[in-house]
Structures are given as C-alpha cells and as structure tokens.
C-alpha cells in the first residue's frame, strides 16, 4: 500500500513533551512516520494549552517543510477575539456566583481563530489525512476538502465534562465541559472519531444516537496511547522505594495526597527507610515529608524507574487511560494501581499489574510493602508489563493504520500472538499525565 500525506493540526506542541497530552500527540506522530507515511506538524497557539513550543526540537524532528506554525491574525482581529473571550468568561462567572450549572460550559468553536482556517485553506498542499486533535478544535476539518479523509483525536469525552469531577468535591480541574449537542457538531465534522478506550468509543456512539439519530455520524475508532518502548529497565534490585510520575493537576493532587495521608504512614510503619520518589511537576505541589523524594522534571524517565523499581498509581478521579500506567509498562516496571487508575486497560494487559479498590488504603499498602521488598517479583512481573506493552503497541498501529486509510474502522484487538517490534521511539522527556488522567 502507498504512503499516505498526512496533516495533524495541534495546539498542543511536542517539543518538550512534558505532559500526557503532549506525550500522546508525540507518540501518535511517531507511530505516522512508523507506519512510514509522510506527516506534517501543524501547530497553533491556544490560550487552552500556553506551553510554548521548543521550535529548533520540532524542525530538527519534523524537517523545517514540515513543521508550521499558524499566526493569531491581523491586529483587529486579535482584539476582537480577546475582547469576546473576555466578555464570555464575564458572564460565566456572573452565571457561577448565581449558582447556574450553565456557568460550566464552554461554547465548542470559542477558542478557534478564523485566521486558522483562513491559513489552512491557503495551504498549497494535498494531504491524503488529516487528524485534529480535541473536539473544541475540530473546526480545522472544515478547511480542507471532501476528498481528504478526516479525523478527530477526541483525547477525552468532554460532554458534562464537569459534573462527575463537582460530584467528587472538585470544584476545578475539569479544563473544557461542553454540551452533549455541542461535542456531537464536532464529532460529526470529521469521517471518524478516535476515541482512546473501548468504553469512550462506545459512550460516543450512544451520545451521538441520542442526539439526532438522522444526522450523519461518523465512525468511531479506538486508537489508544502508543508506550514509548526502548529496553526493559535492567536492574529491579533498589529496594524500599517506589515512584509516582504526574502533572501538577488538581486531579493528581488529590490522589496523592490521599496516598501520602493513608497508604504511605501504613509502608512507612512496616518499611521506615521506604522511599517514595515524585516525577514531574507534581512536585511543585507536593509537601515536604521524611519519606518523600521529589526528582522534578526528568530527562529519562527510565533512569527515574531504575532508581524505584516500582510504580504506584493512586489515582481516584479522572477520565480516559493514565499514561503513568503505560509509562511504567515501557520502562518494564510493575504498578500498584487503583480501579479507576486502571481504567482503559482490558485485562490481556494487566499481567505486570496489581489493581485494588478505589480508597482500599490497607490492600495498597500491603502490595507496596511486598512488591518494594521482593526484586525478584518485581523483575517477573516487570518483564510480563513490558511484553504486555510490545502487544500494546503493535494492536494500536494496526488501528491508526485502519483510521489513516478508512478501511476496516473496527476496534482493532491486539493479538497475542501478533509479531513484536524489538523497539519503538522513546520519548524525549518525562511523560506524566494526561489532562484528564
């Protein structure tokens, strides 16, 4: 089969990857090339997402004709954008004091620049694919012809996006909340919509049923997060310790945070010299505590899972898959996980991982204290999450292969017996988590 000209369109730069989103969209250009077809970067510059980009990392990866940044638009224009913007978020804090759930919602263009689209028109390129990634910026497919194929990487269903994070006592952190309808206009601009678990795909599909069952909608693909694979960490010996990698997200905050008050005093009881090492900008927020190592952001993240040999992913609110999780499969570590950090991963990919209930403090610790003491169990264990993440990938490339060129959007199963890839590109920084995970 042909190479494909494929455009993914992001406000999210990958150049540093230091976040799970980011990491995602970095893989997923990756697994593009991997597949061997030709990608152009396409990056605008959102007040959703302020990282701003390392420019000399991206055109060193993408080729300098292959990595454009869109401009704000003429003076006037930017005004005007900035002034609506300033007017809507007015109002919405007036709705919110007023105590109405409206107050929530974002409108689902109100974030896109009509300059973007004006500029992506321009382009004088012919791409075979186009992939978008997030809903609220799917008004990007409208700019480019029936004939090239269509797609929206959704990262997160956003539809109330609010409500389950106000029913767990967060009253921040969900980002973006968009009405069901408002989220469907976007799912519907393009030929198929990636979702990143069998379960969103699935709660796509209703939601678009419910909502006006003759409108044309469109395929709904599952394409999960590529694990950067190099080699399994080589050594499980470090005992006594464990890491946990995240963002400084309000969601992370209170997992770990329940961890360091319930599961760590319970470790430390039985281990006292136990060490719990922190990753990522999580350790911004974290409190100063005897047991309690914070490594900041880390270039290698396999060095980090060298130096604790043991992952634990307390996480009790969010949505979508945690790449924490996935992390720890690429660098051949097992986790410690709670229920809902687990969510996404079926049970196939479950062998280097130990999952308990949500807020069961005791059975977390009691496999924390276990897994940090015996290097033995952790190497065995490690190997089968790094075997498990080699299956992982090869069933996600098969699926985005199917999404680029529009056949066959079934939701690819990886295959057990599947040929494995000896390596997959590992990222250039410490992934954490992503928005929603």
Same mark, same amino acid.
């Given at each position: 089969?042909?190479?494909?000209?494929?455009?993914?369109?992001?406000?999210?730069?990958?150049?540093?990857?230091?976040?799970?989103?980011?990491?995602?969209?970095?893989?997923?250009?990756?697994?593009?090339?991997?597949?061997?077809?030709?990608?152009?970067?396409?990056?605008?510059?959102?007040?959703?997402?302020?990282?701003?980009?390392?420019?000399?990392?991206?055109?060193?990866?993408?080729?300098?004709?292959?990595?454009?940044?869109?401009?704000? =638009?003429?003076?006037?224009?930017?005004?005007?954008?900035?002034?609506?913007?300033?007017?809507?978020?007015?109002?919405?804090?007036? !709705?919110?004091?007023?105590?109405?759930?409206?107050?929530?919602?974002?409108?689902?263009?109100?974030?896109?620049?009509?300059?973007?689209?004006?500029?992506?028109?321009?382009?004088?390129?012919?791409?075979?694919?186009?992939?978008?990634?997030?809903?609220?910026?799917?008004?990007?497919?409208?700019?480019?012809?029936?004939?090239?194929?269509?797609?929206?990487?959704?990262?997160?269903?956003?539809?109330?996006?609010?409500?389950?994070?106000?029913?767990?006592?967060?009253?921040?952190?969900?980002?973006?909340?968009?009405?069901?309808?408002?989220?469907?206009?976007?799912?519907?601009?393009?030929?198929?919509?990636?979702?990143?678990?069998?379960?969103?795909?699935?709660?796509?599909?209703?939601?678009?049923?419910?909502?006006?069952?003759?409108?044309?909608?469109?395929?709904?693909?599952?394409?999960?997060?590529?694990?950067? +694979?190099?080699?399994? &960490?080589?050594?499980?010996?470090?005992?006594?310790?464990?890491?946990?990698?995240?963002?400084?997200?309000?969601?992370?905050?209170?997992?770990?945070?329940?961890?360091?008050?319930?599961?760590?005093?319970?470790?430390?009881?039985?281990?006292?010299?136990?060490?719990?090492?922190?990753? =990522?900008?999580?350790?911004?927020?974290? %409190?100063?505590? %005897?047991?309690?190592?914070?490594?900041?952001?880390?270039?290698?993240?396999?060095?980090?899972?060298?130096?604790?040999?043991?992952? &634990?992913?307390?996480?009790?609110?969010?949505?979508?898959?945690?790449?924490?999780?996935?992390?720890?499969?690429?660098?051949?570590?097992?986790?410690?996980?709670?229920?809902?950090?687990?969510?996404? +991963? =079926?049970?196939?990919?479950?062998?280097?991982?130990?999952?308990?209930?949500?807020?069961?403090?005791? @059975?977390?610790?009691?496999?924390?204290?276990?897994?940090?003491?015996? @290097?033995?169990?952790?190497?065995? !264990? =490690?190997?089968?999450?790094?075997?498990?993440?080699?299956?992982?990938?090869?069933?996600?490339?098969?699926?985005?292969?199917?999404?680029?060129?529009?056949?066959?959007?079934?939701?690819?199963?990886?295959?057990?017996?599947?040929?494995?890839?000896?390596?997959?590109?590992?990222?250039?920084?410490? %992934?954490?988590?992503?928005?929603?995970?």
């Amino acid at each position: 089969m042909r190479p494909l000209k494929v455009a993914l369109i992001s406000m999210t730069p990958v150049f540093p990857a230091k976040a799970g989103h980011s990491v995602r969209i970095l893989q997923l250009c990756k697994a593009i090339r991997a597949l061997g077809h030709e990608l152009t970067f396409v990056h605008v510059s959102s007040k959703l997402d302020t990282q701003k980009p390392d420019t000399a990392s991206h055109v060193e990866f993408f080729g300098e004709q292959h990595y454009l940044h869109l401009h704000d =638009g003429p003076r006037g224009a930017r005004a005007v954008f900035w002034l609506r913007g300033k007017v809507q978020r007015r109002w919405r804090k007036i !709705l919110c004091g007023l105590g109405y759930e409206h107050s929530h919602y974002s409108h689902l263009d109100e974030n896109w620049r009509n300059a973007w689209t004006h500029q992506l028109r321009a382009l004088d390129r012919r791409f075979d694919a186009v992939v978008v990634e997030y809903a609220f910026n799917s008004r990007a497919l409208d700019a480019f012809p029936a004939s090239t194929r269509k797609l929206l990487d959704t990262h997160d269903a956003f539809a109330d996006r609010h409500r389950p994070f106000l029913a767990r006592g967060f009253r921040k952190g969900y980002w973006v909340s968009l009405k069901p309808q408002d989220e469907n206009r976007g799912l519907r601009r393009a030929d198929a919509a990636i979702a990143i678990q069998a379960q969103e795909a699935e709660h796509f599909r209703q939601q678009l049923t419910r909502d006006g069952a003759v409108e044309r909608n469109p395929e709904i693909a599952v394409v999960s997060h590529f694990i950067g +694979l190099d080699q399994p &960490v080589p050594d499980h010996s470090v005992d006594h310790a464990a890491l946990y990698v995240g963002t400084n997200m309000l969601s992370n905050q209170i997992s770990l945070g329940q961890f360091l008050e319930h599961v760590l005093p319970r470790v430390v009881s039985a281990i006292p010299d136990f060490r719990l090492r922190l990753a =990522g900008s999580i350790c911004n927020w974290a %409190p100063d505590l %005897p047991n309690v190592e914070k490594l900041g952001f880390v270039d290698d993240l396999r060095l980090a899972f060298a130096r604790a040999p043991l992952s &634990v992913n307390p996480t009790i609110a969010g949505t979508g898959i945690n790449i924490k999780l996935l992390d720890a499969m690429g660098a051949g570590v097992p986790t410690i996980s709670t229920l809902t950090g687990a969510r996404g +991963l =079926g049970a196939q990919f479950r062998n280097g991982l130990r999952v308990v209930p949500d807020h069961d403090h005791d @059975a977390f610790a009691d496999h924390v204290i276990r897994l940090s003491k015996d @290097a033995d169990l952790r190497r065995s !264990l =490690g190997l089968a999450a790094f075997a498990d993440a080699q299956r992982w990938n090869e069933g996600q490339l098969a699926a985005l292969d199917h999404c680029l060129r529009g056949d066959a959007l079934a939701d690819v199963a990886p295959d057990p017996h599947a040929p494995r890839r000896d390596r997959w590109p590992a990222p250039r920084s410490t %992934p954490a988590t992503p928005t929603a995970a």
